[in-house]
């Protein structure tokens, strides 16, 4: 149950960071993003892949097994998949402005 937890600490951080990276137009560190939530490097090797963020991002990763373990489950899935609808369309909001809005 605590991993689950870290789990959701986790995914809700890295998507907070996605977010934060698109609206400062940051895209060349969205690829890095991704890659080091999914494929989270070992602690002790502190490569210098300084992602933008206000907060440690290795505090507290989950090892790659575990994470594909979690993964593996309905009930995460279906929250994962809950996590990116609302990620990507808060994505959208911020990428494709109302175009169809009546000027005043």
């Known amino acids: 149950m605590n991993d689950v937890k870290t789990l959701q600490l986790l995914y809700r ?33 502190d490569g210098s892949t300084a992602l933008p963020s206000s907060e440690e991002e290795h505090e507290g990763t989950l090892p790659k097994d575990k994470l594909i373990t979690l993964c593996k489950y309905e009930p995460i899935l279906k929250w994962m998949r809950s996590c990116d609808h609302i990620l990507y369309q808060a994505l959208v909001e911020i990428l494709i402005p109302d175009v169809l809005r009546p000027v005043p």
Do not use: G
């Open 13 to 45: 951080r890295h998507c907070e960071v996605t977010l934060d990276v698109v609206m400062n137009l940051q895209f060349h560190y969205i690829e890095k993003l991704w890659q080091s939530f999914w494929n989270p490097k070992p602690a002790a090797s």
